[in-house]
């Protein structure tokens, strides 16, 4: 359940979708992704298939992709019509997020540029000692699309390169301004607020800018 | 990471990366355009080394020559009197590649990650306020370094943090991460600018108390050490030799001491006594102490072990109740009331 789409299959659906088009552009993805949004159930592969199939162009996205020295940033691309969040998250060399969960929301991540690793964790279990243990790995490669929503688990995200940054493409629906960090060795977990870094291309400094992140 | 801000036309930047150039590809550029180039890109093409034509881009302020297969730097380099920022990641470089009178460039920004340096190239640390390197052992600091406000060492094979890293004021972001660290010095807290520390992927099992009187530090990475759990019960304590009990007496008594009256090797051992942290004890001790592990929510952190050393069994930490107990409280007294509520809150 939990993969990225081979571009077969990928292929297999986009024929199943007259009404729908491969996106070339960004514009194009999201004005899709509008459509795919406007009832009130989600299909998963299908969103999937669609975010995956944009291939990636920075001058595109390059307005978004503001990068902090210290953190990974998040910003706000599109607020789809309140049925979504679209964002762009930059991760610089190293930089890692918590693991964390998704507050009962989908979840689809698209690589922009760069490489991300991400590990899948099982919900801490109180009788088990020992602290929360890695369930899978995956590196997500540009242009692929993952999905994960509480039932699959949790996850960790991390940029693990020494010398290349990445950019990934986010989004969330129904949107969410909260979610739980977990504390890998005791399973204790903490609710944090998410923040913007910026919002449609513009900087927004007056958020809280304090970490929460237990990384 | 390095993004160039300032450019005011686009004029002065010249991007000439992936066309697959060699190292005579730079001669073609008209002797214009040489002299308005403030940024150029040579990233992602086949260089080998390179060439002494770079020294004739006169105003150049910002050189990116990444991800080509470069092991050798021109000393023709040095003649670029305006240059600030140099990212030569990914290339085969090491401390030989780099010209003898590198350190004459007034750099700001240097990027070494993804080369073959075994050491710390020394030539390059004036003026520095960032510098990210990967692949190196030995780690070499002085004066020169003073400005360093980055310092990316992640990816290395680093088993322990030099004391001297402590000698940098200015830095805000130290990256340790994907190492071999065991243990970190008590004197990095002396990093009072220090913003972010990254020591995910080590082998840490604790941390010093000390790095809680860094109080501008807002992010820690520590994901992937072995960081302890659970306090430890039985930690074996060597009692304090008939030296060590004389020093102490020396010391909480205040007795004077000097050069003209006791041997040199004395006067030193007194002078490196460390005082027990606990508040309500006035006691010092030299080599025989007992470890503590307290833990305390710090960065976002849930009950990070902090090593605490007392100077004796019957002292306890700065804390309330039984030093023998599994259940810690996340209290720490000595940490003064407003940063212990940043503290606990992340």
């Known amino acids: ?215 | 990471m390095e993004g160039y801000e300032g450019a005011s036309s686009s004029e002065s930047v010249l991007d000439l990366s992936r066309l697959n150039l060699n190292n005579n590809s730079l001669d073609t550029v008209s002797e214009k355009r040489r002299k308005d180039t403030k940024q150029l890109y040579l990233c992602y093409n086949r260089m080998t080394v390179l060439p002494e034509s770079i020294s004739l881009f006169s105003n150049l302020e910002f050189l990116d020559i990444s991800n080509n297969t470069l092991s050798v730097i021109c000393e023709d380099i040095t003649r670029l009197t305006k240059l600030k920022t140099l990212i030569a990641k990914n290339n085969r470089l090491n401390v030989f590649s780099l010209p003898k009178h590198f350190g004459s460039l007034q750099l700001e920004v240097l990027n070494l990650s993804g080369n073959r340096f075994e050491e710390m190239p020394s030539q390059c640390l004036q003026l520095l306020q960032k510098l990210l390197i990967s692949s190196f052992f030995l780690l070499f600091f002085d004066e020169q370094t003073s400005h360093l406000e980055l310092l990316y060492l992640g990816g290395n094979q680093i088993s322990s943090i030099p004391a001297e890293l402590a000698n940098l004021p200015c830095l805000s972001y130290l990256v340790l991460c994907d190492n071999r660290i065991q243990s970190v010095p008590p004197q990095l807290n002396r990093l009072h600018s220090l913003r972010s520390l990254s020591l995910h992927n080590n082998l840490l099992t604790y941390l010093p108390r000390e790095i809680l009187s860094l109080v501008h530090l807002q992010e820690l990475s520590l994901r992937g050490n072995p960081l302890v759990v659970r306090f430890i019960k039985d930690m074996t304590y060597d009692p304090p030799s008939l030296l060590e009990l004389a020093g102490r007496t020396v010391k909480s008594k205040n007795l004077p001491y000097s050069h003209k009256d006791l041997p040199s090797h004395l006067v030193n051992y007194l002078d490196i006594a460390s005082k027990c942290p606990n508040p309500k004890c006035a006691g010092v001790y030299f080599d025989s102490c007992v470890r503590h592990i307290k833990f305390v929510d710090f960065c976002g952190k849930y009950r990070l072990p902090l090593m605490h050393y007392l100077c004796s069994p019957e002292c306890t930490s700065p804390c309330s109740s039984n030093p023998q107990s599994d259940a810690d409280s996340d209290e720490d007294n000595s940490v003064p009331a407003d940063r212990l509520q940043r503290v606990l809150l992340g």
């Open chain 1, 1 to 215: 359940m939990h993969k990225s789409l081979n571009s077969s299959s990928a292929a297999a659906l986009e024929m199943e979708q007259t009404e729908v088009m491969k996106p070339d552009t960004l514009e194009d993805l999201i004005k899709t992704l509008h459509k795919l949004f406007e009832s009130d159930s989600v299909n998963v592969e299908e969103v999937q298939s669609i975010m995956e199939s944009y291939e990636s162009k920075p001058h595109e996205w390059m307005k978004y992709a503001k990068f902090d020295q210290y953190r990974y940033t998040r910003n706000l691309v599109n607020e789809g019509n309140g049925k979504f969040n679209l964002m762009i998250l930059c991760w610089g060399e190293g930089h890692g997020s918590s693991i964390h969960d998704h507050t009962d929301s989908h979840c689809f991540l698209k690589l922009l540029q760069g490489q991300l690793k991400e590990t899948l964790f099982d919900w801490p279990d109180r009788t088990l000692q020992g602290g929360m243990l890695q369930r899978s790995q995956q590196v997500l490669l540009e242009n692929q699309c993952a999905y994960i929503n509480d039932s699959l688990g949790l996850h960790r995200v991390e940029n693990v390169s020494h010398t290349e940054t990445a950019v990934s493409l986010h989004l969330y629906s129904p949107p969410f301004q909260t979610c739980r960090t977990f504390d890998q060795r005791t399973g204790h977990h903490n609710s944090v607020k998410m923040t913007f870094w910026s919002k449609f291309g513009e900087r927004t400094p007056y958020e809280s800018t304090v970490s929460q992140e237990n990384n």
